[in-house]
C-alpha cells in the first residue's frame, strides 16, 4: 500500500532535549516536505526536498533541521526543543510536478 | 508564491450540493489549483486539481474560471462525512507551497 510513514505518533519531550521525527515514503518519491500545524494558524511549510540531497527552506524553518541523505525517508530534526515547537507535525510526499501529495497521519510533539 | 482567499466557513444541508470559492488572483501560469481537505486532525486528504480546465473525479468537481483567478470546488451530494476543513492550494513544481486558512463545511442533517 502506498503511504507516508511519520514516526512516533505522540511525543512529549523537555526543552534542550534533541529529538527526531523520522518520515518515510514507499512511493520512490522525489519530493518531500514537512509542515507544522498550529490552531489558528493552519498548515505552514517547514522545509521542502526536491531530491537526494536537495533541500530548501519553507515559511518556518527556524529551530528546524532536515536531511535527505535517500529517497525513501526526510527526517525532521530539532536540535533544542522549545516549547514553541509544540505543535502537529506532518510530513509528505509527491512524485513527478502535477501529481498530488500524499501526507502521513501526523505527530503530535508537545515541548514542556 | 500565489495567496488564497476563501470563506471562513459555511453549511450545506445533507445531499445537496456544496459549492465551496477560493480567490487566487495572484496564481501564475504554471500553478496548479490543488483542493484538499482535513477532517480533524487526520493528514489532509486530495480531492482534485486542475491548470486551467474543468475536471472531475469520484470525489468533486472543479470549476476554474477562464481568467484563472478563482475556482469552485463541487461536491455533488454532501453527506455528514464531508463536514471538513477545506483547503484551495496553487502549487507549482518549486516545491514551496502556501495552505492558506481553509474553508470549515458543516454539513447539517
Known amino acids: 500500500e502506498a503511504q507516508v510513514t511519520q514516526n512516533p505518533r505522540y511525543l512529549i519531550t523537555v526543552t534542550g532535549k534533541k529529538l527526531t521525527v523520522t518520515c518515510s515514503q514507499n512511493m520512490n518519491h522525489e519530493y518531500m516536505s514537512w509542515y507544522r500545524q498550529d490552531p489558528g494558524l493552519g498548515l505552514r511549510q517547514i522545509y521542502y526536498?526536491?531530491?537526494?540531497?536537495?533541500?530548501d527552506k519553507g515559511d518556518v524553518p527556524e529551530g528546524y533541521k532536515v536531511s535527505r541523505k535517500e529517497k525513501r525517508n526526510f527526517p525532521l530534526i530539532l536540535e533544542s526543543p522549545s516549547p514553541n515547537q509544540t505543535s502537529l507535525y506532518f510530513c509528505?510526499?509527491?512524485?513527478?510536478?502535477?501529481?498530488?501529495?500524499?501526507f502521513g497521519s501526523g505527530t503530535q510533539l508537545s515541548v514542556l | 508564491d500565489a495567496k488564497t482567499t476563501q470563506p471562513t466557513s459555511m453549511d450545506c444541508a445533507e445531499g445537496r450540493a456544496a459549492n465551496l470559492p477560493c480567490n487566487h488572483s495572484t496564481i501564475s501560469g504554471n500553478e496548479y489549483v490543488y483542493w484538499y481537505r482535513q477532517i480533524h486532525s487526520q493528514g489532509p486528504q486530495y480531492i482534485i486539481h486542475g491548470l486551467k480546465n474543468n475536471e472531475t473525479n469520484e470525489m468533486a468537481s472543479l470549476i476554474i474560471t477562464e481568467d484563472r483567478k478563482s475556482s469552485t470546488l463541487i461536491l455533488p451530494h454532501a453527506t455528514l462525512r464531508d463536514t471538513a476543513v477545506y483547503y484551495c492550494i496553487p502549487f507549482s513544481n518549486t516545491g514551496k507551497l502556501i495552505f492558506g486558512q481553509g474553508t470549515t463545511l458543516q454539513v447539517k442533517p
Open positions: 526536498s526536491m531530491n537526494v540531497e536537495v533541500t
Open positions: 509528505a510526499s509527491r512524485g513527478q510536478a502535477r501529481e498530488k501529495l500524499f
